[in-house]
């Protein structure tokens, strides 16, 4: 079990000092100024975070550019130590456990292999820095190999591998040992589609088979709504979400995850107007917020989502206009427009489904228990 409790780590403010590239450092140090969260003391890239994760957890970490994910698995890498705040491993402080004791293998987004290596040293490099006999490494190595599809490129440099083979000998030489813990940093973020698929089922089997905890720091939708089981979500280094995937997803806490999680991203009406007998209006279509709800907001202004998958295309409701259409795999996105309102749909393709047209005139149906409600400053209702 991993716990953290009220972690911070602040970067200090990049000095300048001295003539060469004196403008240079100058610019560096403006930009860390006006990033969203600094002190006295530097940039503060991850504030007061606190959770836990149990053994064999798939964790999901979510978060735009700069959001503290990178810097939240160095932490629990021990790569980077806490302004303040600590990380315990089994209730022991990560800091009191030596570097060799720590049970972590990590993947980094670049590969990080070494480049006169076979993929076979690769591999075993964290077994042959132990020592161990070359019988155990060698049979070791080819498990791994196996697990991961590569059993027949093990005496290939790197590069002569494609990416998605570059990246799984990163992942075989992280889980060579059979750490308890698997840290992930964006490892198919330059990978196309068909290759993460595939890496996507090859790293659900290695947690099924070894029960290790992973946790997986991604910007990507599908990788996190495919593979984990909880999700944390972040934003300039503050955590707004931590909770199971599925209640996340259909109840979440704030409009930030709302609108974060799910492709394509909610629908959202903002500055809606509750009148004071607590009906309001969504898309020509109206509504009533119970007294309990009601009370809940401030000055009568609350904003609403919708889920595009929940919102449907029928032969009556409300009217609305084809814009375009895109597709993702197997759903049709649907772009509309309700009077000057823009919207979209999600649909499943089927044999039978007509395409939409560009300026047809169809009709949207969606349910009020469907509809996410948020205060003003944007916390769920």
Same mark, same amino acid.
């Given at each position: 079990?991993?716990?953290?409790?009220?972690?911070?780590?602040?970067?200090?403010?990049?000095?300048?000092?001295?003539?060469?590239?004196?403008? +240079?450092?100058?610019?560096?140090?403006?930009? #860390?100024?006006?990033?969203?969260?600094?002190?006295?003391?530097?940039?503060?890239?991850? #504030?007061?975070? *606190?959770?836990?994760?149990?053994?064999?957890?798939?964790?999901?970490?979510?978060?735009?550019s700069?959001?503290? =994910?990178?810097?939240?698995?160095?932490?629990? &890498? /021990?790569?980077?130590?806490?302004?303040?705040?600590?990380?315990?491993?089994?209730?022991?402080?990560?800091?009191?456990?030596?570097l060799?004791?720590?049970?972590?293998?990590?993947?980094? #987004?670049?590969? *990080?292999l070494?480049?006169?290596?076979?993929?076979?040293?690769?591999?075993?490099?964290?077994?042959?820095?132990?020592?161990?006999?070359?019988?155990?490494?060698?049979e =070791?190595?080819? %498990? &791994?190999?196996?697990?991961?599809?590569?059993?027949?490129?093990? $005496?290939?440099?790197?590069?002569?591998?494609?990416?998605g %083979?570059?990246?799984?000998?990163?992942? &075989?030489?992280?889980?060579?040992?059979?750490?308890?813990?698997?840290?992930?940093? %964006?490892?198919?973020?330059?990978?196309?589609?068909?290759?993460?698929?595939?890496?996507?089922?090859?790293?659900?089997?290695?947690?099924?088979?070894?029960?290790?905890?992973?946790?997986?720091?991604?910007?990507?939708?599908?990788?996190?709504?495919?593979? *984990?089981?909880?999700?944390?979500?972040?934003?300039?280094?503050? =955590?707004?979400?931590? /909770?199971?995937?599925?209640?996340?997803?259909?109840?979440?806490?704030?409009?930030?995850?709302?609108?974060?999680?799910?492709?394509? $991203?909610?629908?959202?009406?903002?500055?809606? +107007?509750?009148?004071?007998?607590?009906?309001?209006?969504?898309?020509? =279509?109206?509504?009533?917020?119970?007294?309990?709800?009601?009370?809940?907001?401030?000055?009568?202004?609350?904003?609403?989502?919708?889920?595009?998958?929940?919102?449907?295309?029928?032969?009556?409701?409300?009217?609305?206009?084809v814009?375009?259409?895109e597709?993702?795999? &197997?759903?049709?996105?649907?772009?509309?427009?309700?009077?000057?309102?823009?919207?979209?749909?999600? #649909?499943?393709?089927? *044999?039978?489904?007509?395409?939409?047209?560009?300026?047809?005139e169809?009709?949207?149906?969606?349910?009020?228990?469907?509809?996410?409600l948020?205060?003003?400053?944007?916390?769920?209702?």
């Amino acid at each position: 079990m991993i716990r953290l409790d009220d972690v911070t780590l602040i970067y200090p403010f990049e000095k300048v000092s001295g003539l060469f590239d004196r403008k +240079k450092k100058k610019e560096i140090l403006e930009k #860390q100024k006006a990033m969203p969260y600094t002190s006295n003391e530097g940039v503060v890239a991850l #504030q007061h975070f *606190s959770d836990r994760f149990d053994k064999g957890d798939f964790v999901a970490v979510l978060g735009p550019s700069g959001s503290g =994910k990178t810097t939240l698995l160095r932490i629990l &890498a /021990g790569l980077e130590r806490p302004s303040l705040g600590e990380v315990y491993y089994d209730d022991v402080p990560l800091h009191e456990i030596d570097l060799e004791e720590r049970d972590i293998g990590m993947v980094f #987004q670049n590969y *990080s292999l070494y480049p006169k290596q076979t993929v076979y040293k690769n591999i075993a490099f964290p077994l042959e820095v132990q020592h161990l006999p070359r019988d155990e490494v060698k049979e =070791k190595v080819e %498990e &791994a190999a196996n697990l991961l599809g590569l059993s027949n490129k093990l $005496q290939k440099q790197p590069d002569e591998l494609s990416g998605g %083979e570059k990246q799984r000998v990163a992942i &075989a030489r992280a889980i060579i040992k059979k750490p308890q813990v698997l840290l992930l940093d %964006e490892p198919f973020a330059n990978l196309d589609v068909p290759i993460r698929r595939r890496l996507r089922r090859m790293l659900k089997d290695i947690h099924e088979r070894y029960g290790m905890t992973i946790i997986y720091v991604t910007h990507d939708q599908y990788d996190a709504l495919a593979l *984990s089981k909880k999700i944390i979500i972040l934003k300039d280094g503050i =955590k707004v979400c931590s /909770g199971d995937l599925s209640d996340v997803y259909r109840k979440p806490p704030n409009l930030f995850s709302a609108r974060f999680l799910g492709f394509p $991203q909610m629908n959202v009406f903002e500055n809606v +107007k509750v009148n004071s007998d607590g009906s309001y209006t969504i898309l020509t =279509k109206d509504f009533h917020l119970d007294h309990k709800h009601k009370r809940a907001l401030k000055n009568g202004r609350m904003s609403v989502g919708l889920r595009p998958g929940d919102l449907k295309i029928s032969d009556r409701g409300v009217k609305a206009v084809v814009e375009y259409v895109e597709m993702a795999e &197997a759903d049709l996105i649907i772009h509309l427009a309700v009077n000057e309102k823009k919207v979209i749909a999600l #649909q499943k393709m089927n *044999s039978e489904l007509i395409p939409y047209l560009r300026g047809q005139e169809v009709f949207l149906s969606f349910a009020e228990e469907d509809l996410h409600l948020f205060d003003e400053e944007g916390n769920r209702i």
